[in-house]
């Protein structure tokens, strides 16, 4: 009987090490980067937010600028753009990710191709490292993962190329799309006209609802991004946040929705938000008044204080109401 119960505790016990090692074990990269690395050859990057932007792409890394072999416009197949990454709402409740059209993901509105539009970018791989890094891949509890996909270059010249994209992983994945900030969605439209993509993709991305805030409900979602910003960096402990995220994505409604819809998630939204941000709103005065500095994300964020792309969108961002 003794030695019955080793055995088990035995398998036991291997079986939750292996477990561990698992979770702990940095995820495998799709192969073709792996083999651009090992033989320092370029490789394909396919960008559909706001790194269609080239100067966006350009400068996003801290380590330097970013050299890019070519950049073309191209279409992948079978996958659409979503804007299910998970971020901070009511600020920018979604990012851009490539998505399956047959996953189960929702689009707040679909484009009439199940297809996306955006830039097949050439790198060498320290280049796309580059990238990679400012995106938060590789990082722990990074939002994107690499996917490979093919996309067929604009050029009939040219044959189609496997490239890499990013997708949300499943713990930032949302249901369904959110509304992109209406800042957001400027980037895309300024890179998708460098780019010359399709005019009935680009006016896909002019009639796509964004997200509109009121002044007010913008200052206190940033005075609250700067408490629970401050919270997580100094203590190192994102409760605080992980719980709003939490409360703000069960009140949230796109902003195609009805008036009464919207008002109400404005009300709830500032109930959330209010306390964080009478305390984010301190922070900054005492910041401020001892000629402390705020690392750059917080900086990035406060300039969007006085942005009015962030509270109305320009011309043709105006939403389009639901039919």
């Known amino acids: 009987m003794k030695l019955k119960v080793l055995s088990v505790n035995w398998i036991f016990c291997c079986c939750l090490v292996a477990a561990l090692q698992k979770s702990t074990d940095p995820p495998t990269r799709p192969q073709i980067v792996q083999d651009a690395f090992n033989n320092n050859t370029p490789l394909y990057y396919f960008g559909l937010g706001s790194n269609m932007l080239r100067s966006k792409l350009e400068n ?10 070519s950049m073309e416009p191209a279409v992948v197949p079978s996958h659409r753009l979503a804007f ?7 600020l920018e409740p979604g990012m851009g990710s490539l998505e399956p059209v047959n996953a ?13 539009h955006g830039a097949l970018v050439q790198l060498v791989p320290e280049m796309y490292e580059r990238v990679m890094k400012s995106e938060g891949v590789g990082m722990n509890q990074s939002g994107y993962e690499e996917i490979v996909v093919t996309a067929v270059p604009y050029d009939p010249r040219k044959p189609p190329v496997q490239a890499i994209a ?6 930032v994945r949302l249901r369904r799309d959110p509304s992109p900030s209406a800042r ?3 980037i895309l439209r300024q890179g998708a006209a460098e780019l010359q ?33 401050s919270l ?47 305390l984010g709103s301190a922070i900054k005065m005492v910041v401020t008044k001892w000629g402390g500095d ?22 043709n961002a105006e939403t389009v109401e639901p039919k």
């Open 184 to 186: 957001y969605m400027d």
């Open 166 to 171: 990013l997708r949300a992983k499943p713990h």
């Open 104 to 116: 189960t993901s929702r689009a707040l509105m679909a484009y009439n191709k199940p297809e996306c």
């Open 232 to 278: 997580s960096n100094k203590l190192k402990w994102r409760g605080v946040s992980k719980m709003q995220s939490w409360l703000l994505f069960r009140v949230y409604v796109p902003s195609n929705a009805s008036w009464i819809c919207r008002h109400g998630c404005s009300v709830c939204t500032a109930g959330i938000l209010l306390p964080g941000a009478i």
């Open 294 to 315: 705020f690392p750059p994300f917080l900086k990035r964020m406060m300039d969007l204080l006085d942005d009015p792309l962030v509270a109305a969108p320009k011309a």
């Open 84 to 90: 299910n990454l998970r971020g901070f709402p009511p």
């Open 197 to 229: 993509l399709k005019p009935c993709y680009q006016e896909f991305l002019a009639q796509h609802p964004v997200q509109i805030l009121p002044t007010w409900l913008r200052r206190l979602s940033i005075y609250n991004l700067i408490f629970t910003f």
């Open 60 to 69: 996003r890394s801290s380590q330097g600028k970013i050299e890019i072999l």
